[in-house]
């Protein structure tokens, strides 16, 4: 399993990742409703890994929107899957 370079934190993608899924309503509607995660436990909780790996398994499980968010935050499909990896371990 390959393992993001130093210059890609796993938790630092995944927080910019949120960010990215939470900016369209109906994908945030759908990340909440996939993950059972509330709006409140989710704001509780977005610096805890297994929120984190989560959202990055989301993502990961619908290719579309894994490529649209590496691409719009600056990295590889991959860099983001290989943080999930790291972050659900």
């Known amino acids: 399993m390959p ?4 210059s890609h934190d796993p938790a630092t993608l995944a927080l910019h990742a949120l960010a990215w899924t939470l900016a ?9 409703d996939t993950t059972g995660l509330s709006v409140a ?8 890994r297994a929120t984190q ?28 899957v290989a943080a999930y990896t790291v972050l659900d371990a």
Not at 57 to 79: K, M, N, R, W, Y
């Open 53 to 80: 790996a989560a959202l990055l398994g989301f993502l990961a499980a619908h290719e579309p929107d894994l490529v649209a968010c590496a691409t719009a935050i600056g990295v590889s499909p991959a860099a983001l």
């Open 24 to 32: 369209e309503p109906q994908r945030a509607q759908r990340l909440l």
């Open 3 to 6: 393992a993001p370079d130093a």
């Open 41 to 48: 436990d989710l704001r509780q909780s977005a610096s805890d």
